[in-house]
T-cell receptor, first 118, second 108 residues
Framework: EAGVAQSPRYKIIEKRQSVAFWCNPISGHATLYWYQQILGQGPKLLIQFQNNGVVDDSQLPKDRFSAERLKGVDSTLKIQPAKLEDSAVYLC????????????????FGQGTRLTVV | QKEVEQNSGPLSVPEGAIASLNCTYSDRGSQSFFWYRQYSGKSPELIMSIYSNGDKEDGRFTAQLNKASQYVSLLIRDSQPSDSATYLCAVRDDKIIFGKGTRLHILP
């Protein structure tokens, strides 16, 4: 079974530039998450999709971050304009939509995109 | 604001000993609990999930859940140098929230 695919693996941009990340979840996983992980911290949820609808985006800085999942499969996360503090690893994860009795609810992660803003 | 709390460490444990990692969470409605391992520069990898009170064992790993105390723990028996990593506790109700992680260092 193929895992969560993300690209690019690394990106270096100057502040005020824009950047986009792509994610393709595990086949059959309706729930997709974007997390931001700053060095030394745990992953912070930015946005959660169920199919192509947004479940939670309460911690997404909406003045500069946007995300979409138009066909309910792959997703893109965009930052425009980037700030120095956006330097982090951006992790995409996916999980099953309708777990059986709360089993199999875990999320599986892609390799992440390491963003450096200079 | 739902929170997951972990001691950031580092926790140093001699090789062959038992490593004990702890986590508390704030949301009583949480239904699923996970431990992820994250090596430096890598993404989190699921090592244990637990859904009901009590212990769950898988090889050298045992997860323990106490919903009344809102407490989750992970025991690693016969610790190996390859267990040196950051261990992330995660809790799910409608979304998955992570703690900041505990850095574990196994001393050869």
């Amino acid at each position: 079974e193929a895992g969560v695919a993300q690209s690019p693996r690394y990106k270096i941009i100057e502040k005020r530039q824009s950047v986009a990340f792509w994610c393709n979840p595990i086949s059959g996983h309706a729930t997709l998450y974007w997390y931001q992980q700053i060095l030394g911290q745990g992953p912070k949820l930015l946005i959660q999709f169920q199919n192509n609808g947004v479940v939670d985006d309460s911690q997404l800085p909406k003045d500069r971050f946007s995300a979409e999942r138009l066909k309910g499969v792959d997703s893109t996360l965009k930052i425009q304009p980037a700030k120095l503090e956006d330097s982090a690893v951006y992790l995409c994860a996916s999980s099953l939509d309708r777990p059986l009795r709360f089993m199999n609810t875990e999320a599986f992660f892609g390799q992440g995109t390491r963003l450096t803003v200079v | 604001q739902k929170e997951v709390e972990q001691n950031s460490g580092p926790l140093s444990v001699p090789e062959g000993a038992i490593a004990s990692l702890n986590c508390t969470y704030s949301d009583r409605g949480s239904q699923s609990f996970f431990w992820y391992r994250q090596y430096s520069g890598k993404s989190p990898e699921l090592i244990m999930s637990i859904y009901s009170n009590g212990d769950k064992e898988d090889g050298r790993f045992t997860a323990q859940l106490n919903k009344a105390s809102q407490y989750v723990s992970l025991l690693i028996r016969d610790s190996q140098p390859s267990d040196s990593a950051t261990y992330l506790c995660a809790v799910r109700d409608d979304k998955i929230i992570f703690g900041k992680g505990t850095r574990l260092h196994i001393l050869p």
